[in-house]
């Protein structure tokens, strides 16, 4: 089991920045890729980003390419998700995930094995 937990969200005005943070807990010994997904009202649930393992290669979604930056700590158990220029269409509850076992970057938000509560980002304009 792995546990994730979500924090950093909030309201902010269109134009601004906010970080979110992922813990991992529990069988961290273990590899395993991450990736942020988010979800807004009445819409399926989307990729956002991925990271590898080692933290070295990443892949991001189109509508948030060059404003949003994926991380991974030293640690490797912690991930972080920069989000610059953030826009009203960016509000939407930011899911963290990881895919265990999983050494590259894991796009397919089905190949995900274990997911974070959520946290909301609310983007006004």
């Known amino acids: 089991q792995v546990q994730l937990v979500e924090s950093g969200g909030g309201l902010v005005q269109a134009g601004g920045s906010l970080r979110l943070s992922c813990a991992a807990s529990?069988?961290?010994?273990?590899?395993?890729?991450m990736g942020w997904f988010r979800q807004a009202p009445g819409k399926e649930r989307e990729f956002v980003t991925a990271v590898n393992w080692s933290g070295d290669s990443t892949v991001y979604a189109d509508s948030v390419k060059g404003r949003f930056t994926i991380s991974r700590g030293n640690a490797k158990n912690t991930m972080y998700l920069q989000m610059n220029s953030l826009k009203p269409e960016d509000t939407a509850v930011y899911y963290c995930?990881?895919?265990?076992?999983?050494?590259?970057?894991?796009?397919?938000?089905?190949?995900?094995?274990?997911w974070g509560q959520g946290t909301q980002v609310t983007v006004s304009s």
């Open positions: 529990g069988r961290t010994f273990i590899s395993y890729a």
């Open positions: 995930a990881a895919a265990l076992g999983r050494r590259t970057v894991v796009a397919g938000r089905n190949e995900y094995d274990y």
